[in-house]
């Protein structure tokens, strides 16, 4: 049986969905030297996610810089403390790399974020939202194209949280490591819906054209 998707999901629709829950490995990293570890592994890894979160600011003129970084891979997650490590060298290494296929949804604002803390070539990085459009996916955020590639809804509840905690939530890391992780799965199902074919895209009618259909009816 062919996979139906869809050019556009219904927010209202994804709220009904089961959540995702992230049963892998959650590492957090606050050091240099454990840093150095971590990039290495990633780095012999063929596919790895990414994705940041920035403390958010509630005053007015108020701005905070890129807190974490996550990074996962199938499996695991790693989650780079970024307020206290900043964008050490390992990091670097990481995010200059050309050879490890590197994924990422919006990642160009990603990197703007980043470079703030210091600067760097960004190696080689695929967007999500580039990749989706191939398919006739029309939405463009992590939770709609989750949602209409698995049928299953990634909860946002932690967005706002203070992400420069001295030690990050339960939740929190729960909420980054999704994120990253998310990536990695709809990068390989995009790739193998596109090396198959296996797949029917159903076009959703515009508001105009339902209220069209409405009025004929």
């Not at 979160?53 to 996550?70: N, V």
């Not at 939202?129 to 029309?138: N, P």
């Not at 030690?167 to 709809?186: G, H, M, P, T």
């Amino acid at each position: 049986m062919r996979k139906l998707i869809y050019n556009k999901v219904d927010k209202a629709m994804i709220s009904q969905l089961k959540r995702v829950d992230f049963y892998g490995k959650i590492i957090v990293v606050t050091s240099p030297v454990e840093a150095e570890h971590a990039v290495d592994y990633l780095l012999s890894q063929p596919v790895l996610g990414f994705d940041t979160e920035t403390r958010p600011a509630f005053e007015k003129g108020k701005r905070y810089r890129c807190s974490l970084l996550q990074v996962s891979t199938r499996t695991d997650c790693f989650l780079f403390r970024l307020n206290k490590l900043g964008l050490c060298p390992a990091i670097v290494r990481l995010l200059a790399d050309k050879e490890v296929t590197k994924v990422g949804l919006a990642w160009n604002n990603d990197i703007l974020s980043l470079r703030e803390l210091g600067n760097f070539v960004p190696g080689h990085f695929i967007d999500l939202q580039d990749m989706v459009r191939q398919l006739g996916i029309e939405d463009q955020s992590l939770v709609k194209i989750y949602a209409n590639l698995f049928g299953e809804r990634i909860s946002k509840t932690e967005r706002l949280s203070n992400w420069e905690r001295h030690q990050l939530k339960e939740s929190q890391k729960e909420y980054a490591a999704i994120d990253a992780w998310a990536c990695v799965r709809i990068y390989n199902e995009v790739n193998h819906l596109m090396a198959t074919g296996d797949y029917e895209l159903v076009v959703q009618p515009t508001e105009k054209e339902s209220q069209d259909e409405t009025s004929l009816s």
